[in-house]
């Protein structure tokens, strides 16, 4: 896998995913002083990861015609993001924005130094033969290549210690998406520690004349990418998260509910929105509550209190719970559309008395299909000949205006064999007044 350059083009392709997530939020965010570090360790982390391959070793080295030109070139890329890791977690811990200026300019001025140092110790060093998988330690004892090799190792290893000490300092004091993306970052740095210790212990085997060289060439490889993709995750989480987690969230609310937008979305008129494929679920999910609630004030004159008391008595009927014929129990003290017909009596007491005592869940069900009755057969009733009932006092239904009951709605219109009769039922009537 390592001669393929798998191990390295997989977490490469992984943050340049996480890359093209972020974009379209960074028109926003990019005066955000957080922002540009974390970007950086995405963008540069990826390019670490394929320029660390070994296929891509020896392009660069055929490209550029100088032998083990990507050595500092990686060693480079990965001091940089060191810098940007450290950088960003002082921009994450805050504080006067002098000290945060003087400790990022004090980290960058750092880490630029040992890039520097790098590329010097690199010029002076004789390698003239490539080594695409185990440079570190066929050049281990090599003048100057040796220096620039710890010089990278002990300023990432520095780096690494660092954060992990500041993610564990930090963890205990924060909760939240931010607390998991500290631990992915701790546990990342473990990794990235255990590929450094792979390392040193390679290059200290080959000084004192012994064959390691699998740690460097086989275990350090995956150790260094599943590390570089933790590390990343967790910077990119407490930005990523949320949102993401809203976008679910409103994905999923938005297909449960499509029953009930199908059954309203002719009634709001040619102003309803199209989406394009790139649009955010949760932009989806508004237009279509939009959509829910134009259509229910469209069948608002035609709810009939009637169908609603009937639907809701079989409904707890079917639910095995005792109740007289044609009344609704508890239903005047739940539902709160006013301005229904006249003459309807309320529901007796010891009816309403029966209704409390069943399961609360029961009852909500009850009034959601109940409503969903009534709402389906005034859908019918709006395109018919049906005559209005002329609601002079106007508000959305409880089970309308609640997230939950309206997915509830939505699987009653869809599924409740109560919700097809009243549909039946009313368009029967209109069928009979022409």
Not at 207 to 236: C, K, R
């Amino acid at each position: 896998m390592n001669g393929s350059g798998l191990v390295f083009y997989v977490p490469g392709v992984v943050l340049l995913i996480v890359v093209a997530i972020k974009a379209p939020s960074l028109k926003r965010t990019w005066r955000d002083p957080a922002t540009l570090p974390s970007n950086a360790i995405l963008l540069i982390g990826a390019a670490v990861c394929v320029l660390s391959a070994p296929p891509t070793i020896s392009a660069v080295n055929a490209f550029t015609g100088i032998a083990n030109f990507s050595g500092p070139l990686v060693y480079s890329g990965m001091s940089a993001l060191s810098a940007a890791y450290l950088v960003l977690m002082i921009a994450w811990r805050g504080g006067p924005r002098s000290a945060i200026k003087r400790r990022t300019l004090l980290v960058v001025a750092l880490y630029t130094l040992v890039i520097i140092g790098i590329v010097v110790l690199f010029g002076l060093a004789d390698v003239p033969v490539e080594r695409t998988r185990d440079m570190d330690t066929y050049y281990a004892t090599t003048p100057y290549m040796r220096e620039m090799i710890l010089l990278y190792l002990a300023f990432h290893t520095l780096a690494t210690v660092a954060l992990t000490g500041m993610c564990l300092s930090w963890r205990r004091m924060i909760t939240g998406v931010t607390r998991t993306g500290l631990t992915l970052i701790g546990i990342g740095s473990c990794f990235d520690l255990s590929y450094q210790v792979a390392k040193y212990t390679s290059m200290a085997a080959r000084w004192t004349g012994h064959d390691w060289d699998t740690l460097s060439t086989d275990v350090s490889p995956p150790l260094v990418a599943t590390a570089g993709v933790l590390v990343a995750a967790g910077f990119a989480l407490p930005r990523l998260g949320p949102p993401l987690a809203d976008n679910v969230r409103a994905w999923h609310r938005y297909r449960l509910q499509k029953p009930l937008w199908a059954e309203l979305h002719e009634l709001r008129g040619p102003a309803t929105a199209e989406f394009r494929w790139w649009t955010s679920p949760v932009v989806r999910l508004t237009q279509q509550e939009i959509t829910i609630l134009d259509g229910v004030l469209a069948c608002a004159p035609y709810l009939d209190q009637e169908i609603r008391d009937a639907a809701y008595a079989e409904a707890l009927r079917q639910s095995a719970l005792p109740t007289e014929p044609g009344t609704a129990p508890g239903l005047r003290r739940r539902w709160t559309w006013t301005g229904a017909r006249k003459g309807q009596a309320s529901p007796a007491p010891t009816d309403r008395h029966r209704a409390d005592e069943a399961p609360q869940t029961v009852l909500e069900d009850a009034r959601v299909v109940a409503d969903a009755a009534m709402l389906a057969a005034a859908r019918v009733h709006v395109t018919g000949r049906h005559e209005s009932y002329h609601t002079p006092e106007v508000k959305l239904l409880e089970t309308v205006e609640r997230p939950r009951t309206r997915v509830g709605l939505a699987r009653a219109i869809d599924t409740s064999p109560i919700v097809a009769a009243a549909r039946r039922r009313a368009a029967l009537q209109d069928v009979h007044q022409e």
